[in-house]
């Protein structure tokens, strides 16, 4: 019997057997422990596999990485059906993303805005997989393409759909990337009013959306390379629209203000798989202070982690009876000592301090801060004080007003021509130690930001590191070689290999010939 209910049907409705196979029920009570009040299983139906059903029922879902709402636009489905696909074969691997799907210019409507000619698909594309989505769209019937004007979608109205259900995944722990994908031509598309556009932006940027159209006839006037700001400030310049109209400028103009991505069938789905946040990548949002008056809006990302090394251990001998620990004096190790005796604490500065609780020291009562402790000359912190096995970068943040750039952009320079750095401390999450960090500046890059670096403090600081400059070195390239390693960049305008994307922003080509593979063996579909 339930320790809370009686056996009471109301409260304990049956429910139909797992297996699948047999018509008996079984009445369940979820609470803290759980009842059986029929329980007859004539089938040979494994208890444990129900009972671990039962427990993954109740556990919570596992944490999700990426999260999505894909539209795919039913006119475009013999171009870009082949893409999405692709994409669906991807993300089936990768069983803690979520992404949903919505069909567009369907003669079916059902969705949260009751938007018409927009279908919700029920399952997931993780639980559909590549031929599951391929019958969806095969399926589906759309609207007809010669009533264009008739059917006519306003783009505001079905991007607003997406970030309405992208909103849910804003408090969820574990969420890496929010991905807004529109899988379209924008054939009959229309473009919305200016005062809504502004509002869509708005809830992009403040939601932490990433926004992707794939499909639109796009051609770069330079490739596309990455960056540890996702190259959008300078993507956003090498666009060139093949067949522009108003709804396709708009996009474009969407894709600058969010720093989102546009691009054709091909392209799009390379940008689609490599443009997103990798754990632990996602921008750091706290605003940089100097001082009591100034704060700065910015964005602070990792472009650098050092990799863990394989290292041999000494494998721990468990058997025997336990080691007892001694306490013996520093200076006589012959001298022994009460563990009543001894006394906790740190060696700081050459000085004993007692730490009678953990929390004494190793946590404190602080919020989220990144302050500038002060400026100093370059030459005062040297490469060897720079002990972080991390490397950031700083930029303004995407809402950074007019001023507030121009001011960053001045801080930038004024410590590059007086050749100096600044050194903040910044609490990552509260309740912890701050860390003391080198803000060093890049003026020369286009937007200019700060490099930072973790660097040493008290006992770690000790002699000043004089350095010699080293001499330039005398080998000479020929020009075979010189011609060889320009050809090997895809950003030197003066090569001759001339590409769209650069390799860094492609899948590796052994994954995309593993997303051939499952395309042609679960739906019969090519290269």
Known sequence: ?????????????????????????IRICFHFSVCFHSFQLNCGFSLVSFLFRIHTCIMPPAAKRDVGVVFFDLYSKENLLGSLLKFVGWETVNTKDEHRLFLVNSQETSNAKNLPNVELVPQTLQQLGVKGVQNCVQQAEQTEEDMFDLYALDLHNVLSLGVYHLREFLDVPGVITKQLILFSNLANFSPMEEELFEKLVKKIRDYDISLYIVGPQVRFLEPVYATEYFFIEKYAENIVLEKPTAGLEQAKKLVVEVSGVIADATAGLHLLLTCRQTAGSQPWKVPLTIGSNIEIPVRTSKVYRRDVHISVKKEKITDGPPVEEEFTLASDVSVKVDVQETVRGLSIHNKFVEVRNDNEIFQMATEPTFDVICFTYEDNVPVPYMIGEEGFVVLPNETSSASQRQFFNALVDCLSEQHKYAIVSRVY???????????????DQVPKRFMMVEVCTGDGVRHPVQFRRPDKPKAEVDKEMRDFLKDMDATNPEGTKKVALEPTMMMAWRDEKVLDLILEEECGVGD
Do not use: E, W, Y
């Open 1 to 25: 019997r339930c320790s809370r209910h009686p056996a009471n049907p109301a409260i304990h409705p049956p429910f139909v057997c797992f297996c699948g196979h047999c018509t008996c029920t």
């Open 429 to 443: 999450i509260r309740n912890t130690q701050p860390k003391f960090f080198v803000l060093i500046p890049d003026a």
